[in-house]
């Protein structure tokens, strides 16, 4: 029914946009409201640590069937992509112009919620990778949405390499990680798990699909470029859904997998890396959707360490990040789009006087801002005590470690924080005063709610208990914690107020700090390197295309004839199993009539004239039809002497609008061509007589001789094969051959008609 409804408003939008205008965003609010009301429906029984379950079969020889499973971390999944969508789609209503494509960007947008949807309910493997892939490509349709933007574009192709090879790499893991279980249902799978080398593989390809979606170091560089895309879609994909996805993946199999040994070291280190490198390239960011995205890399860096470790506490911290993260950098996100509405500007360094001009939005924002460096009494407070709860162990060297570096990064993101809402509202450059038009209450009420939604739940954390005590639950994670404003004064506390005083110290010192890094030396970046490796490719490409596509008849057949031989011939020598005993004739006869066929061959390579290679090569065929009739098959004689007239005859008729000789060829491309053919040659006669002395199963000609009159009514055992068992092989290779014969009339038309041009 979720899925359903998400797919009638795909349709309904884009046919009711011109008469709705911008408001058809709030005809596609009403889905994202209809599924915030369902799961609130839902919720009693799921908290109670139950599941809703429906299984539809789909393609049951694969194992695939779309078995879809609500349990607590999908019913918060599923509240975070409805009710941050439902605050979307009502704030485009103002944030876009009456624009024809609105009704398409509705739709995509709504088709991007559904896919989520199905993402986070999927309880088989391959089907959560085909709404994995769906979310890859509306996602792709959503940034490049603005498709006469060249930034867009760029920024839109890079989502879509970077998220989709990360993909393709996932979708292997769980081929791998099913045939080990002997099952695709992701909770048969979690509940036994498979172990061995072959796991651990697949758990890497796995991450590679998760860290890329996620945008972790190294595969970040995706999401700042992402900012092209409109404000609304930005706030969407990157605060509470698309870039969650890879958080979700890890989530699901971090308490059953966590302690497989390539597991801790990847994930631990992509999130410390993605936490730092986020937050220290926030604090030098003038575009205020740049800051936003590179905090969003450095707090999906802590919730990717947070799943990762898999530890009780961890995942109930990571659970109650997840709901204040999406909370916080929602409205965040959305402050920019009116700002940037408003004022035609987001630089930080352009902006002055915004908080005196729009007082309700900066004090929502500055809620916001303060709940994500987290301030108490709010909800990114609580959130970030439980963080730092989980990752410490005093007991354990290097998760006092990573403690100490969860502490340096929540002071880099209580700086930026600063950044954005003293860059946002504060003081800018002296200049000429920005004429800045007061937004509608509409427009800013989304942003107002979030906020209030960010100091309810921070003051009364007990209303959100309950969600994240069934998420947690049904990771398998019964942590002896709870969601509460003071839990006394103990260790996370402190460390809480450590990364307040460093943060507050790194606001002090902000112009020698952006003094410091704009001193600092350049480094090779992930943007860069994308831009290197795509442009190697198209390199490597263009050059692969020059090579093989060069317009000449001869190097396109060496080219397909060395395929040909390469891929069997790396065949045989992986697995050199030589027969015994090689025959090259059975009796004399065969061995000349085979001999008759070699010399015709030769000979025609050796002709200069056209009409002398045709005829010998009807030799070569009349011969092959001999050899038939030596090994008792007179039917395939018969078929192959009918077919071989036939080829003669069409080229002769061919031969008749083509000149009589060959071209003259050089010396060289002689050679090339002869060693080509004799190559060929060797491995067909080395080929064909192991495969003929290598037989260990019974020949299908033995079935096909029993089949052919009980089955079909037919004595000629190659007609019945060739109209009855494979009647659509026949009829493909028919197709095939009326093309390439009007190719040849083509070619033959044209070339008569260029001769009929020349003076």
């Known amino acids: 029914m979720l899925l359903a ?100 960007l509705a739709a995509t947008l709504l088709a991007f919620a559904g896919a989520m949807i199905g993402l986070v309910v999927s309880d088989n493997l391959l089907a ?89 170091v190294p595969f970040h560089s995706w999401l700042p470029r992402a900012m092209a895309a409109p404000t609304p879609v930005s706030a969407y994909l990157h605060s509470a859904t698309m870039v969650k996805a890879g958080v979700f993946v890890i989530a699901r199999f971090a308490p059953v997998f966590g302690e497989v040994a390539v597991w801790r070291p990847i994930v631990v280190t992509a999130g410390l890396a993605s936490m730092f490198v986020g937050g220290y390239r926030a604090l030098r960011q003038h575009d205020l959707k740049l800051l936003l995205a590179f905090g969003t890399v450095s707090q999906l860096g802590l919730l990717v360490v947070l799943f990762g470790l898999g530890t009780p506490q961890a995942t109930f911290a990571g659970c109650a990040l997840l ?101 946002a509202f504060g003081r800018g450059r002296p200049g000429p005063d920005r004429p800045v038009d007061r937004p509608p209450r509409p427009f800013v009420a989304p942003v107002a709610i979030l906020a209030a939604i960010t100091v309810v739940c921070g003051l009364f954390p007990a209303t959100l208990d309950w969600l994240v005590q069934a998420a ?77 596509q060069n317009g000449s008849l001869p190097v396109y057949l060496a080219v397909i004839l060395l395929t040909v031989v390469t891929v069997p011939a790396a065949a045989l020598l992986l697995d050199p199993r030589w027969p015994q005993a090689l025959a090259l004739a059975h009796t004399p006869l065969q061995g000349f009539v085979g001999a008759v066929a070699a010399v015709a061959a030769i000979v025609a390579c050796r002709q200069g004239r056209r009409f002398s290679a045709v005829l010998l090569l009807g030799v070569v065929g009349y011969a092959m039809a001999g050899l038939f009739v030596i090994h008792g098959a007179p039917d395939l004689a018969l078929t192959q002497l009918v077919i071989e007239t036939l080829l003669v005859v069409v080229f002769m008729l061919v031969l008749r609008r ?24 060797a491995f067909v006669f080395v080929f064909s007589l192991l495969s003929t002395a290598s037989r260990s199963t019974p020949p299908v000609s033995d079935a096909y001789l029993e089949r052919a009159q009980p089955e079909a009514g037919g004595r000629n055992v190659v007609n019945v094969v060739l109209v009855d068992f494979r009647g659509l092989d026949t009829l493909g290779e028919i197709t095939v051959l009326a093309v390439a014969a009007v190719g040849v009339v083509m070619l033959v038309r044209g070339r008569r008609h260029e001769d009929v041009g020349q003076p």
């Open 658 to 681: 083509l000149p009589d000789e060959f071209p003259p060829r050089n010396r060289h491309s002689s050679l090339v061509a002869a060693s080509v053919a004799l190559v060929v040659a």
């Open 323 to 423: 709901l204040a993260h999406a909370a916080f950098k929602a409205g965040l996100f959305l402050t920019v789009g009116v700002v940037d509405h408003q004022a035609k500007t987001r630089d930080l360094r352009l902006l002055d006087g915004m908080a005196r001009k729009m007082p309700a939005l900066s004090v929502a924002a500055g809620i916001c801002a303060a709940s994500m460096a987290g301030v108490p009494p709010l909800l990114g407070f609580v959130a970030k005590e439980l963080a730092l709860e989980g990752v410490v162990a005093p007991d354990a060297p290097q998760r006092v470690l990573i403690g100490a570096l969860v502490v340096v990064g929540a002071m880099l993101t209580v700086a930026y924080s600063a950044r954005f809402q003293l860059g």
């Open 5 to 104: 409804a998400h797919l009638l408003g795909v349709a309904v939008l884009p046919a009711v946009a011109r008469r709705l205008g911008s408001r058809v965003f709030l005809a596609g609010a009403i889905v994202p409201a209809a599924v915030l009301v369902w799961a609130a429906v839902q919720a009693p029984s799921i908290a109670d640590g139950g599941s809703l379950v429906q299984a539809v079969e789909w393609v049951p020889g694969l194992g695939l069937d779309l078995r879809l499973r609500l349990d607590g971390f999908a019913l918060l999944f599923v509240f975070l992509i409805s009710g941050i969508g439902l605050a979307v789609f009502v704030y485009s209503r103002w944030y876009m112009r009456t624009d024809p494509a609105n009704g398409r």
């Open 128 to 216: 959560l990778f085909v709404f994995w892939e769906l979310t890859t490509v509306t996602s792709f349709l959503l940034i490049g949405s603005q498709d006469t933007d060249a930034d867009a574009r760029s920024a839109a192709l890079q989502a879509l390499l970077t998220t989709g090879v990360g993909g393709l790499a996932m979708l292997a893991g769980f081929i791998l990680l099913g045939l080990q279980a002997g099952t695709f249902t992701l909770s048969e799978l979690l509940a036994k798990p498979p172990s061995g080398v072959v796991t651990s593989v697949a758990l890497v390809l796995v991450l590679a699909g998760a860290l890329t979606k996620s945008a972790q």
């Open 472 to 548: 947690a639950g049904s990771l398998g994670a019964v942590p002896d914690s709870y969601l509460a404003l003071w839990h006394g004064v103990n260790l996370p506390l402190l460390l809480s107020a450590v990364s307040l005083a460093g943060g507050a110290v790194l606001i002090a010192v902000r112009a020698r700090l952006e003094a410091a890094q704009d001193a600092m030396p350049t480094v090779p970046s992930a943007d860069r390197a994308y831009d290197g490796l795509v442009d190697g490719l198209l390199r490597r490409a263009a050059d692969a295309t020059g090579l093989m």
